[in-house]
């Protein structure tokens, strides 16, 4: 069985999606570790865009992408077992990133805060703990991406080996 090159591109846009949240990440641990800036100012290169409001929405449509590429590769899970169950992991950690980030806006709506601890955050550093979270959430599912072979799939077929 083949996959489709739509799902294909909803995998490769939504691990992108990712690496520009991960990046953002690892700008606030830049600034909290290095910088020594403290975790509730630490706000990556756009700031701007640091509100509880668009964390909540930017890791929803990270795991909406990964369940419909996952949804769509579940006839495949015998022939390529390993890579499905990177991608599994993935989406499990996301799933749980989501639950903290639903936990996170019910303490933005009634508290007011921002950022709010979310519910580990209350015993952990966010900071690094979301960097933990974003890393394992990208990681997962990018070994998966090149476990099935999706990157030969959409490289045109003259194209010339890398070379450094």
């Known amino acids: ?5 739509s799902v ?20 606030q ?9 403290p975790a509730s ?15 909540f929405t930017f890791n929803t449509l990270y795991l ?18 390993l890579a499905f169950f990177m991608l599994l992991i993935g989406i499990i950690v996301q ?17 007011n805060c921002e950022p709010c601890p979310g519910i580990l955050g209350n015993f952990l550093d966010g900071v690094y703990f979301h960097f933990a979270l974003n890393t394992t959430v990208l990681l997962f599912p990018l070994i998966a991406f090149f476990a099935y072979g999706f990157h030969r799939q959409i490289l045109p077929k003259n194209a010339p080996p890398f070379s450094p």
């Open 29 to 37: 641990v830049w600034q909290h570790w290095v910088l020594s800036i």
């Open 8 to 27: 294909i591109y909803i995998f490769i846009t939504s691990l992108l999606y990712q690496v520009f949240h991960w990046i953002e990440h690892l700008a």
């Open 95 to 111: 799933g749980y990133h989501e639950v903290e980030h639903v936990a996170k806006i019910i303490q933005h709506i009634t508290r």
């Open 41 to 55: 100012a630490s706000h990556g290169i756009l700031f701007f865009f640091d509100f509880e409001w668009n964390h």
């Open 64 to 81: 909406v992408g990964l369940l419909t590429v996952f949804i769509k590769l579940i006839p495949l899970r015998k022939l390529h077992a």
């Open 1 to 5: 069985m083949t996959v489709s090159k």
